[in-house]
């Protein structure tokens, strides 16, 4: 099995972003500790992040030709916007789960919408860089299933 952990615009700053909000994590922190409970579940997963909107279709694309199993994506502020990366979700038939650092429910107003969520499994928001393992082991779980 086969994931991809997809982080958009302003996540390679985290560490120095604005911590009070992000936390002191760096994303290369976060995507080791990814990868590390990926194979000790068996699981292959790789990272990609780009500040660019084209370059997440792009790889939103690559993963179904990759055979990718699932994505797990933090697509930053084109969450509130990007019609773009919601056409690529659809395009393709792996599942998505949007995840954020932050509970942009409780933040400003422009932070409430997101324009991916109705073509995402689900949505996990508010719990820091859990929420990545949150959406992993809701990966696993329905993997599990699918194989029983
Ligand atoms: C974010 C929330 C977005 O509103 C913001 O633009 C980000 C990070 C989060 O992880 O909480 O860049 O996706």
Same mark, same amino acid.
């Given at each position: 099995?086969? +994931?991809?952990?997809?982080? #958009?615009?302003? @996540?390679?700053? @985290?560490?120095?972003?604005?911590?009070?909000?992000?936390?002191?994590?760096?994303?290369? +922190?976060?995507?080791?500790?990814?990868?590390? @409970?990926?194979?000790?579940? #068996?699981?292959?997963?790789?990272?990609?992040?780009?500040? =660019?909107?084209?370059? @997440?279709?792009? %790889?939103? =694309?690559?993963?179904?030709?990759?055979?990718?199993?699932?994505?797990?994506?933090?697509?930053?502020?084109?969450? =509130?916007?990007?019609?773009?990366? %919601?056409?690529?979700?659809?395009?393709?038939?792996?599942?998505?789960?949007?995840?954020?650092?932050?509970?942009?429910?409780?933040?400003?107003?422009? %932070?409430?919408?997101?324009?991916?969520?109705?073509?995402?499994?689900?949505?996990?928001?508010?719990?820091?860089?859990? #929420?990545?393992? +949150?959406?992993?082991?809701?990966?696993? =779980?329905?993997?599990?299933? #699918?194989?029983?």
């Amino acid at each position: 099995m086969n +994931m991809l952990l997809l982080n #958009g615009p302003n @996540l390679n700053r @985290l560490g120095k972003r604005e911590p009070h909000i992000y936390g002191n994590e760096t994303l290369e +922190m976060i995507e080791n500790r990814l990868k590390s @409970l990926a194979s000790q579940h #068996g699981f292959d997963l790789q990272c990609f992040q780009s500040n =660019h909107e084209g370059e @997440l279709v792009d %790889r939103i =694309h690559l993963a179904e030709d990759e055979g990718c199993d699932g994505i797990i994506l933090n697509p930053g502020a084109f969450t =509130h916007y990007s019609y773009a990366i %919601r056409d690529a979700i659809a395009s393709v038939a792996v599942p998505v789960i949007e995840v954020h650092l932050s509970n942009i429910h409780k933040r400003e107003e422009f %932070r409430h919408t997101s324009v991916l969520a109705a073509e995402c499994e689900g949505q996990i928001a508010g719990f820091g860089s859990y #929420g990545y393992e +949150m959406a992993f082991y809701s990966f696993l =779980h329905r993997f599990k299933r #699918g194989m029983e």
